[in-house]
């Protein structure tokens, strides 16, 4: 690559960090292992790979910054769950004043983006300036935060853009681990994001709440944080990664895959915590090679990295330190063969793409 990328992350778990381990997002990532070592953090989450300094050396431009919870119930252990939808909309408003409060009170490094002329002054402002704000879209990720399906306009009066309405078993839709299809709620749900142009996230869902979901959604769709199945036959929760048809599915919706950067994601039977020098920055490009295969290019390919999701430094690859080092992945792809405009495409151009017809006008 002759320039530095735009890349943009289409899935950090921010707010949930923040609020569970305490972690500074706006500090560098060696002050914050060095925090943090010997922590509860640590030993729940990894080794933190994620700071606005990295972001800033990588070119990171713009992030999906999720609202995250988790039911109690669900097989998936978690540090922040809820057993009712009162439960949960607390957490999920938790995260959401973490989120404006944050970026009211920097505005010199994050910058909330919520409309078309918000993504493109952003642009703008990566383009001419040494250290502009990085740029946060909200994502709601699992729906039980939202009480009724109406309540979907509320939350995007606030600024939620995007919303998967599964992580485990949610009311809205079975998941990760507890597979199963959209419920009667979860149509209602998508009803309501086609009316107000929110745009739909199909990750955790089941193929079957895929297929459904397909067939009702109207508007944008992506896959924020997904892998294809198709390279890992002997993952544990296999509905967790696209088939086949949902990859192909997604890219003739003009939707957009965003890789999860995981161990577990890229080598088949990962296991926590097992020797990371196994996987290497030639499994990130395997995946991509076999998504842009099956789609039949590179327009639908990014990256949604998931780091700090549930896991850090020792479930990512080698040649990954921390967030700064995303643009080795670019190196990996050039010596794989591809171009540099497909390199910028899957870092940041397909997601520009998409973004500047899924959010609204003003």
Known sequence: MTTKPFIIDSHLDLAWNALTFGRDYLQPVAVTRQQERGSDAVARNGNAMNGLPE???????LLFATLYAAPASAPLGTAASY?????AHTLYRQQLHFYHRWVDENPESLTLIT????????IARHEQEAAPPVGLILLMEGADGIRTPEEAEWWADKGVRMIGPAWSATRYAGGTAAPGPLTPLGEALLDVMGQLGLILDLSHLSDEGI??????ATGPLMASHCAARGLLPASQVPERHLSDAAIRAIAARDGVIGLPLGNGFLLDG?????????VTLAHVVDQIDYLCDQIGDTDHVGIGSDFDGGFGLESVPIGLESSADLPRIGDALADR????????????????????????AE
């Open 337 to 360: 063969g591809y171009s540099d405009a497909s390199i910028y495409a899957i870092f940041g151009g397909n997601w520009r793409r998409f973004l500047r017809h899924a959010l609204p």
């Open 270 to 278: 990962w296991i926590d915590h097992r020797d990371r020098r196994r």
């Open 115 to 122: 409309t078309r002329p918000q993504l493109e002054a952003l």
């Open 83 to 87: 057993e009712t939808a009162e439960e």
């Open 211 to 216: 297929e459904m979901a397909l067939d009702r």
């Open 55 to 61: 972001w800033r050396s990588a070119g990171v431009a």
